[in-house]
């Protein structure tokens, strides 16, 4: 299906920098269309929810799409997940928050990607490292090459949460940051894991007690759990 495009000023523009498989974060109108498109590149295949909350039209021509969220759903302001791949076999996965807002315009930058996890081996030894980082963390040992430090900063994040981030571990080319995130409110907080990814965001993980099966967090209220985040220094 193509549908015929709107000019560009009629969109708010948001640059998404984002290597292969990154995860991007975005929010998107509620209302008005949204264009999403790739810089340099062409949108080949987009999935995102079956349940009737949106609605997707392409522009093949072009090698982008357009995104409505359909109003007339209860939950039209709940994130959900959309799969897009390029024209090169790029994956990318995003995060789009429904708001109040005019139509966005999503421009996905590409990133080179570094040499070194360029090859599966390459891959494999930044994930295991990543892994290992995570869990020196999360058991409170660090390793020879980090430096640790303390500190007591509150991190704006949503309404009814205290997000506190008490511990970082700078590991070269990684910093380590532990958070305690509580729920403040009277509700329930209910999250997927993905909505803490931002750019230069390599590993979100969440303490286990409060994952559910579909790995989704679960917090009530009053309680609190463990969040560290592993992010990419000169990607912040």
Known sequence: MILTAAPTSAFAIQILD???????????????????????GFITMAV????GRIAIETDDKRGQIFVRVNENVP????????????????????LLKPAR???QSLVIRPRRQRPQVSNPAGVEKREARIKR??????????????????????????????FHLNRVM???????????????GDKVIRMAEQE?????????????MHLNAEGAV???????????????????
């Open 196 to 208: 803490l990814y931002s750019n230069g965001v390599a590993a979100v993980s969440v303490e286990r």
């Open 75 to 94: 939950d039209k302001h709940k994130a959900f997940t959309l799969f897009l791949t390029d024209a090169e076999g790029r994956d990318y996965t995003l």
């Open 48 to 51: 995102g929810p079956r349940s």
């Open 218 to 236: 679960s917090i009530p209220p009053g309680n609190a759990t463990m969040v560290i985040i592993v992010r990419e220094v000169g990607h912040e």
């Open 101 to 103: 807002i005019s139509g």
């Open 18 to 40: 984002a290597a292969d498989s990154d995860s991007l974060v975005a929010r998107i109108s509620d209302h008005d269309p949204n264009r999403i498109r790739i810089a340099g």
């Open 170 to 184: 700078r590991c070269g080319d990684f910093n380590v940051e532990r958070y305690r995130l509580a729920n403040s």
């Open 133 to 162: 980082l995570v869990r020196a963390m999360a058991l409170g040992d660090v390793p020879r090459h980090c430096e640790i430090s303390e500190t007591d900063k509150r991190v704006p994040l949503w309404k009814g949460t205290n």
